[in-house]
C-alpha cells in the first residue's frame, strides 16, 4: 500500500502562516491557529507542506493497516480557508445550520472568511469533533 504523503514535520507554522499573500486570509489564518490551538492545548505544527495540525491521534484501520494523524487542522487555501474535522459532519447538522456561510466535502469544512461565520458555532464544532476523536482512541 502506498505511503501517505503528508506527515508532521518539523516546518514552521508561523513562517507558512505569515507567508499566505492575502491580509484577511492570513489574519483569519493566525486566529483559526489560535482557536484549534485553545481547543487542543497544542500549538500546531506542520502536516506536509500547507496544513497544520493540532495533536495526534494514532489510528488502526480495519485492514490492520496503521496511521498517524492529526486531531483537527487546516489550511489556508487560495479559494478558501480549509478546516478539517475529522469525523466528517454526519453528527453536526445544528450547528452547521448555525454557523453561517461555508460547505463541506467529507472532512472538509470550507469558508470563505472568518467574518461569514459565527465564531462561537466554529469553537463548538471543533471541541465536538477532538472530542470525538479522543474517544474513538
Known sequence: MAELKTRKNDGDVDAFLD????DQKREDAHA?????AKVTGDQGSMWGP???GFGEHHYTYASGRENDWFKVGFSPRKQNLTLYIMDGFAEYGPLLEKLGKHSTG???????RLSDIDHDVLRDLVEASVRHVDSSG
Open 50 to 52: 500547507s496544513i497544520v
Open 19 to 22: 507567508a499566505v499573500e492575502d
Open 106 to 112: 467529507k472532512s472538509c469544512l470550507y469558508i470563505k
Open 32 to 36: 483559526i491557529r489560535k482557536l484549534m
